[in-house]
């Protein structure tokens, strides 16, 4: 058998069955993943410094009030409208004058309902003494609407020759002319007023003593006189759950024994367990008797002599 060769053809080279791969394949394709990793550094540099520039653009507005600028505009255009102040109605306002009222209202930096400043005003209006609580509120189109609540008084405070009203808190209210004193109880002494509500927590302990008590005077800074209108002094113990504790022993004794109105001069509970009662001692004066009823079981135990009556503390 002969073989045939074509002239001019060359033959074929084999295919070899496994390729090995190319030396250096392994490096391009780490430079083709390197060179994609800046460019995704780039992007996300981009955005933090678009982010930067957007916080530094904010910022620059705020520091020009461009927002207060743009809302005042938007309140003042909205004024335009129609929506400006032009009324105030005042509700419970009987001893604030209406005049000084209408006066904190209308000081107002412009009268566009929106941009009225209801706290500023509120807090103006808490200067005056007589004013416990405020409330400003809008009532659109055209009204401010304040609402006041006034202070109690409680009591006259007498302190270096001068008289004034006070509330329950010891907030002085007016000046009190002698001739025209109202019909209220008179705390004498400095700081009287600050203590005003001790005062009345006391009273409240004794509440059948209340009509006659005249006034009561805040002695040492640390206790309390009680002065009656038919002209005894009750001296009571220091510190006020004491000194409760003495004034309704006190009220309980009156109305056993009478204690007021009998001519005796002053009473003192000050001491624990003991109740001092004090006479006067002006010539022709008699120590009154006190009648024999069976005095309260918490009562302080008598001093010997005259039943309930000390004769060393007469005055």
């Not at 002319?177 to 700081?191: K, S, T, Y």
Request: proline content about 9%.
């Amino acid at each position: 058998m002969s073989a045939k060769i074509a002239r001019g053809a060359a033959a074929p080279r084999p295919r070899p069955k496994n390729k090995a791969p190319a030396r250096g394949g392994r490096g391009r394709k780490g430079a083709a993943e390197a060179s994609q990793l800046p460019e995704a550094v780039r992007r996300v540099s981009w955005f933090v410094l678009i982010g930067m520039l957007a916080a530094l653009a904010i910022a620059l507005l705020a520091a020009f009030r461009v927002p207060q600028m743009i809302g005042t505009g938007l309140g003042e255009a909205i004024g335009e409208a129609g929506f400006s102040m032009k009324r105030v109605e005042i509700k419970g306002a009987r001893k604030v004058p209406q005049l000084q009222i209408y006066n904190i209202a209308f000081d107002q930096p412009t009268a566009a309902m929106p941009l009225i400043d209801l706290e500023a005003t509120r807090q103006r209006l808490l200067r005056f003494g007589w004013v416990r609580e405020a409330r400003v509120s809008r009532r659109f189109p055209d009204t401010l609407v304040v609402d006041i609540v006034e202070r109690k008084p409680a009591a006259v405070w007498q302190h270096n020759q001068r008289l004034a009203l006070i509330d329950m808190d010891g907030v002085v209210l007016e000046p009190v002319r002698m001739d025209a004193m109202p019909d209220l109880p008179i705390v004498i002494g400095p700081a009287a007023n600050v203590h005003a509500s001790e005062l009345g927590r006391l009273v409240d302990a004794a509440p059948k003593l209340q009509a006659m008590m005249a006034g009561a005077s805040w002695i040492g800074g640390r206790r309390w006189d009680i002065r009656f209108q038919s002209g005894e002094i009750l001296a009571l113990p220091e510190g006020e759950a004491a000194a409760r504790k003495a004034l309704a022993t006190f009220a309980r004794m009156d109305q056993a024994t009478q204690l007021l109105g009998r001519g005796f001069v002053r009473f003192d509970m000050r001491i624990p367990g003991k109740f001092i009662v004090r006479v006067s001692n002006e010539p022709g004066s008699s120590v009154p008797s006190i009648a024999p009823n069976t005095p309260p079981k918490d009562a302080p135990a008598e001093t010997p002599g005259t039943p309930g009556i000390d004769p060393a503390q007469t005055i």
